[in-house]
């Protein structure tokens, strides 16, 4: 009885809490982008929280906190595309699809063999934002291409300096604070707790299962 | 095969696939895909609201302890200037009765008189470099509705270009900035025949705050400080709309001679707009009914 009372409480504050911060980031960064904005590039918090849901709490949550927090992306501000006909259009899904692909990155960058520990947490976000960064660039390039349209991305020098390590710097000093966020005001409770994958079996990816 | 079916890794795979292709979907004309997430609008939109005032509180509150002092200052030459203010008033109104005389006498137009303005709210800005629409508080129920290949200029209240609508709902409009890549718009000099080009947004000048300007004429003479406008050729904005000054101009290859443009409006500073739609006069149909048939 008790431990079916222990899962219940689980995942209403997994959810709570989930809903507090998705809802509090994706606002936060489109109302006040100025107020994460280095050299032209803003920190992306919401990407930044997505990556650190999954590494901290399990693929499922990394998942299915990259979806929602994507569809909210979509409908906040969507990228708009130069059409195969010439148009600029409003897309959607493309934010979904990143952001799902960035939880589950952030959930499978050695996340067992380094115990999900914090000082790592750093490491992962830096590399998903390198990867998506990355990809980015590659699929601007490939559309464009493909579009037949003159492609007016960075020289890859100043893709480096003006894009790349901008944006690697400001979501690396966004992690801090959703580090402890996550950690100790989060969706899962870690208190008291050694084994922090057996934690996620039973309050991370396993609890979603069952919603 | 149901250990495949299973797998976290094979159903994220399938996920991504569908993704994939929603978004491909999603750039053809009138897709209805992105209905689908007219729901999350519908559930996020006020909460995001919430999340913009409490801020915007916060911010007001901040300001108001911080710019205390300043504030009174402002407040005394703002009272002089009022006073100031008033006289010139009383000798304007006179004058703006004598212009009126003489405009309806010269049959002189507005410039933009042809064209229904509507103020609208921006609710969202990019939220990072290739996420870069901006969302409006006006939609297809405002009277902002927007037909296939048809857009509409989108002006700050100093009436400088700030973008176009691209995308319209029943509550919101999505707007393409003048800094963002797929920009364009036919530009010139604001001088009497003034020479045309095209202005466009840049991925490595929008870091800087500015836009491009190309297909220049060699043989014109451009210069830093002049103010550019729109030219009216292409027919979507009306000509005479402030784009910005020119920054630098660049005439070292004469077959591509650019320009650099610093645009006059701040879009990260904006929080109104105001959206221009061409006024279009109703004709009454008659009915000819013909004698005898």
Known sequence: MRIVNETTNARIRKIVVYAVYIILLTSLQVSFPDTFSLFGQTADITFVFVVLSGYFNGFWDGAIVGFVCGMIRDVFSPPAVLGLDGEVRVTAFIGVFTLFAAGILGASFFTKRMHRNIPFSIVAVIFATFCYKVAGYLVIFGWSSMAGTTSTIYEPFTALVYSFLPQLLLNTLAAIPLIFFLRFLGPVSFRGRSKKDEIIEKQGEGTWLGI | ?293
């Open chain 2, 1 to 293: 095969m149901k250990k495949l079916l299973k797998s976290k890794w094979f159903i994220a795979l399938i996920v991504l696939l569908v993704l994939a292709a929603f978004a491909i979907l999603s750039l053809l004309p009138g897709s209805p895909i992105k209905n689908l997430l007219k729901p999350v609008q519908l559930v996020t939109t006020p909460a995001q609201s919430l999340v913009k005032s409490a801020g915007d509180t916060i911010t007001d509150f901040w300001s108001a302890i911080t710019d205390g002092i300043a504030i009174r200052e402002e407040n005394k030459a703002l009272k002089e200037q009022i006073a100031d203010l008033r006289y010139q008033l009383t000798q304007s109104e006179e004058a703006a009765l004598r212009y009126e005389e003489l405009k309806d006498a010269l049959h002189i137009k507005d410039t933009f008189s042809n064209y229904v303005i509507y103020g609208a709210s921006i609710l969202s800005r990019e939220s990072d470099e290739w996420f870069s629409t901006i969302r409006l508080n006006a939609g297809a129920a405002d009277g902002i509705a927007l037909s296939e290949g048809n857009s509409y200029p989108v002006l700050d209240v100093e009436m400088n270009l700030v973008g176009r609508v691209i995308e319209t709902s029943d509550t919101e409009s999505r707007v393409l900035p003048l800094l963002h890549e797929g920009f364009a718009v036919a530009g010139k000099v604001n001088e009497v025949n003034g020479v045309t080009f095209m202005v466009v947004g840049d991925a490595e000048l929008k870091r800087q705050g500015l836009c491009l300007a190309k297909d220049i004429d060699p043989d014109v003479h451009l210069e830093p400080g002049m103010e550019i406008v729109t030219s009216g050729d292409g027919g979507l904005f009306p000509e005479g709309i402030p784009i910005g000054v020119i920054e630098t101009v660049d005439y070292s290859n004469p077959l591509e001679v650019t320009a650099t443009i610093r645009p006059y409006s701040q879009i990260g500073k904006l929080e109104d707009v105001f959206i221009m739609i061409p006024y279009v006069e109703e004709t009454e149909e008659t009915d000819v009914t013909v004698p005898g048939v």
